[in-house]
């Protein structure tokens, strides 16, 4: 793929460029509050996610990009979707090539991939991260703030001082600047929803059905904020081995949860189990308080993201193992992939509207 040279950035080779004609640019952020273009350019429009038609418009960005070349889901692509999926502002702007430099400055700083008339996306320093055939330059890269890198540096230095294999290239996880956190509200009653799902599991499976009803009316305040899934699942009357296990699993979901809001001063490293007896008699407690919701207060977001780092790396770690048809010593797979999907759905992995039933954990 040719190039042409704008100061040190690499920009397709384009009659816009060439020719000195300004050029149309799309930038799309994911920060909450990017900063306002701060070089000479021309503003069209810039539109956040109140804007009635930012919606459809990432909807048709993310269908072009699907759609370029052979559709195959290179990380690339990958990554792209995922920036695309959590764009907050986008800017529509005329630049001159001269103003490039400055353009591509504000750009890292704002953390944008823009789209250019000849139909090509371009990370902030102008490499194609994807163009009309689905090419990409080798050297494109997509841009994530400081702090995400940061934290991904000491997510490695302690998996490497533990002796845990990881892959490097894994990029960075959200950083503070684009995380939106599910309201405190929210994330109290999804612990007390998954206290009901959770103890009702482990009533069928220790054959003590008789216990469920008194378990509902102790933990009833969670009822409200039950998903569909979970009701199907309370409503079963011989339900699945299989079914059960998942659901006796969302202790450790809980127990994510439950350190999120400052119930547990510490969350321990995933090989223990959580302790079921110690999970009820806090969520009891919450329900017996009229103001737990309202209340309910989420410890500092940094310390949310450092454990999301570490579990969604940790988590690629014990997939890659059970490939190789080996454990990791120490850890359990089942602990670390329960706190991915709460962290996961907790920060709003694809948007903060996800629900909870339809939360992914790739790596």
Known sequence: MSVVQVGSLRWFDSPYVQDGDPLLINSYSTLRAPPEPDFPHELHNRRDRSHPEMVRQLWGFRRYVEGRGDGEMTSIRYH???????????????VEPRHLVAFAAWARRANTIHFLPVSSVHDPAGAVLIDIEGRTDDDAALPYPPDAHER?????????AANVKTLGRLPPVIGMDEVVLRPAREVAGRAMALMIVAAQAEAWMRGMPEAIPGMHARFAKGKAFLTGEELLFLAER?????LLADMDARYEDLNLLLWALGHHRELSE?????????LAATVERMCMLPQTLDQASLRPTDEILDVLDYHYRLHWSV???SLDNRILPGIDASIVFERHR?????????????PWDDVDTPT
């Open 80 to 94: 792209l979707l995922r920036h695309i999926d959590r764009t907050r502002v986008q800017f529509a702007l005329t």
């Open 152 to 160: 991904k540096q000491r997510t490695l230095r302690v998996l490497a």
């Open 238 to 242: 011989s339900p699945d081995p299989g």
């Open 342 to 354: 709460a962290l996961n759905w907790l920060t709003g992995f694809q948007n903060v509207d996800e």
């Open 270 to 278: 995933p090989r223990t189990i959580a302790d079921a007896a110690e």
């Open 319 to 321: 997939r890659q193992a």
